[in-house]
């Protein structure tokens, strides 16, 4: 291959690896394909560029675009975390390739839907520019579920959100009109004056709640903020958290123009969400290189099946989403729940049980037919709690889901999916498991809930006694409840207990329920090499 193509996009970067391909561009190179759509304008700003978001919504808004010719629709990503997704797209101007890896081999495709990443700790005046442009119309949030900042009750956790809330209080009161006397009153004497924007956003919530603050001064234009996260009522979820947010930094009548601005011009669609996007590795970018004939930094794999199911409620214009693949709907909430409950349930019980038997990936993990019956009997018991979505045969589609599963080119681990469990757990078993407890109180403590119950608190047990520590935004209180426990069974017992893991259960049944999960765990740590199946 040539080292050294003449102009080749990329090639100065200090970002740029030891590649002997050039790399991936926006611009046009002989080398690799041209960008299909080139946005001319920024229309969405996305709230946590991940692969996950570069894999799904993206791709749907490039297709609508596409299929519409529209060019306003481009994204500005915002990277939370670290300046690396910033760092990878950037020298690329945005673009990357999504490699589908299916049963019938590998195909690349390239990206053009985001013009620019920026990342709110060296860029966040841009990030509220952006979110208060009149150009923007919709944010998307795909900030997992950690990134809502809830407390174990749910409600904000206003401590972790604190330096935005005090920031925003700053920015309303630094650009109030000069009358508003009474709000400066309550800032410190450095803080009038001080620029919009100027100190950086820590927080994905805080962010938001300051770009719809910026929003409403600059004029106060409708905008959409559709979250994609696997929570259940994202949506709704999401306008609260805000809500709850814009009461702790402005309490009083200062915040009154903003919390009516909120409610006449901003709504908060639901939506579902639903690709397989695993980490993506360094062989996987050597492989797409060969493959693509450039290098491309920002690479993200994903299984052919990608699904999108939108709350039709948007404030003012959106992309033509349908055009591109999602479906629009009045109502959300019986996919949401069919895709927490069956898929991400199911997923999060082999993760944990997969890891537990030594499987490395989630496709080994529902090789092994105990597993599987253990995913099935978890899905059972979700089924029984579920109304089919129109159309939908729920049995079928819980049967495809472990067809997915099993795909072993996607590589994903069961370490990955194994993360966040305590942020996750409450909307995959918790509302299963209410939900049976509410509809038969006399009936036992369900079977497949119950062993993923003990899939989890063992995985955590085993975690912790092998001096790991459990990836989790509570693990160091996990890591403290096995090690308070004065054994693996009281230990077990603690963690079903742990607050905030099983919402809607009654306080009553919670004791019988983790009785249920120390007989599951026993049972299950002595028959591990035997079948599950009853
Ligand atoms: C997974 C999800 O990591 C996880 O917790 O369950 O990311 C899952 O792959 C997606 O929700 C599939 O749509």
Known sequence: APTDAPNRPGAASPDAPSAAQPRLHRDAHPAFPPVPVRP????????????????????????????TGETRWGILGVTQRSAAVRDQLRPQGGVY????????????????SVTDVAWPAEETPRVLAALAAPTTHVVTLTVTEKGYARRADGHLDVDAVAGDLDTLLREEAATSSPGAGATNALLPDDATGEATGAVAATSAVGLLVRGLAARRRAGGAPLTV??????????????????????????GAEGDALRDWLAASVTFPCSMVDRIVPATTPAQRDEVESLLGARDEGLVVAEPFLQWVIEDRF???????????????????????????????AHSY??????????????????????????RALQADALATLDAPDGVDLGAYAETLLDRFANPATGHTTRQVAMDGTQKIPFRW??????????????????????????????????????????????????????????????????????????????????????AVVVASATSSSTTTTTNEE
């Open 430 to 515: 918790g509302a299963t498991l209410a939900d049976l407890l509410d509809a038969h109180p006399g009936a036992p403590a369900p079977r497949g809930v119950v062993a993923a119950l003990a899939a989890w608190a063992g995985y955590v047990v085993a975690e912790t006694r092998a001096a790991r520590a459990v990836d989790d935004p509570r693990g160091d209180e996990l890591r403290a409840v096995v090690e308070n426990a004065p054994d693996d069974v009281a230990a077990v017992r603690a963690l079903v207990l742990l607050p905030g893991l099983l919402p809607g259960v009654p306080e009553g049944r919670l004791r019988e329920i983790a009785d």
């Open 226 to 251: 559709l979250s994609c996260d696997n929570l259940a009522d994202n949506g709704h979820v999401l306008a609260r958290l805000v809500g709850e947010a814009v009461d702790a930094a402005l309490p």
């Open 97 to 112: 390739t999504v490699l589908t890896v299916g049963p019938d081999g590998a195909s690349p495709r390239v990206v053009g």
């Open 315 to 345: 404030a003012g214009p959106r992309p033509a989403w349908e055009r591109g693949g999602a479906t629009l709907t009045s109502d959300v909430a019986p996919y949401e729940r069919a895709k927490l409950r069956l898929l991400n349930g």
């Open 350 to 375: 082999l993760a944990y049980a997969g890891s537990l038997a030594g499987c490395a990936t989630i496709a080994e993990a529902v090789a092994d037919p105990a597993l599987a019956a253990g995913a």
């Open 40 to 67: 001319t304008q920024v229309g969405i700003v996305h709230l946590g560029i991940g692969a996950f978001h570069r894999a799904h919504q993206a791709v749907v808004t490039e297709d609508a675009a596409r299929a």
